[in-house]
């Protein structure tokens, strides 16, 4: 699926859009060239084949907790992976073969996917992956959502 088609650019500004009176700094910002990973295993029933060790470590987030990103690397395994949040990638190095139901993508470095949350795929490694992830998750519902905030708003923001 490409998204070439007639949707907007992805450059989108506006003159409406109110200025935020943000308390201190709020940017966040890290790096792809971080070395400090942390070993995330993966479930023992989702390994198939090989010992695909994960590490990674986060890198933003913003915060009502929904979006973030953060670098992950695995080496050579073939695993299942269920996707709990939607995510964007991008493989900075290495390679992964990525099977979903009857289509199969072969990713390497420089390439971006999308994964929708509730998603089972098939990742193969044949060496090592290092990705780049953006993570989003939506699944509270929307009123849930504004209670919470209302909520912090009339406790005076704790």
Same mark, same amino acid.
């Given at each position: 699926?490409?998204?070439? @088609? ?9 003159? =409406? #859009?109110?200025?935020? =009176? ?10 792809? !060239?971080?070395? @400090?990973? #942390?070993? !995330? ?31 992950? @690397? ?21 390679? #992964? ?26 990742? !193969?490694?044949? =060496? ?17 959502? #504004? ?12």
């Amino acid at each position: 699926m490409s998204i070439s @088609d007639s949707r907007p650019s992805l450059i989108h500004a506006s003159a =409406n #859009v109110p200025i935020k =009176n943000f308390i201190g700094p709020v940017i966040q910002t890290g790096s792809i !060239t971080r070395t @400090d990973f #942390v070993s !995330t295993p993966l479930p023992p029933e989702w390994i198939l084949e090989g010992n695909p060790a994960a590490r990674s470590i986060p890198l933003a987030r913003a915060e009502d907790g929904d979006l973030s990103c953060g670098l992950w @690397d695995c080496q050579a395994g073939k695993f299942k992976f269920i996707f709990s949040t939607d995510e964007i990638i991008q493989i900075l190095e290495g390679e #992964v073969i990525i099977e979903e139901k009857d289509k199969v993508h072969h990713l390497r470095a420089g390439d971006v996917a999308l994964f929708p949350e509730g998603l089972l795929a098939y990742w !193969t490694v044949p =060496n090592y992956v290092k990705k780049y992830a953006i993570f989003r998750s939506v699944s509270e519902p929307l009123s849930l959502r #504004v209670y919470r905030k209302l909520k912090k708003l009339f406790k005076g923001g704790k």
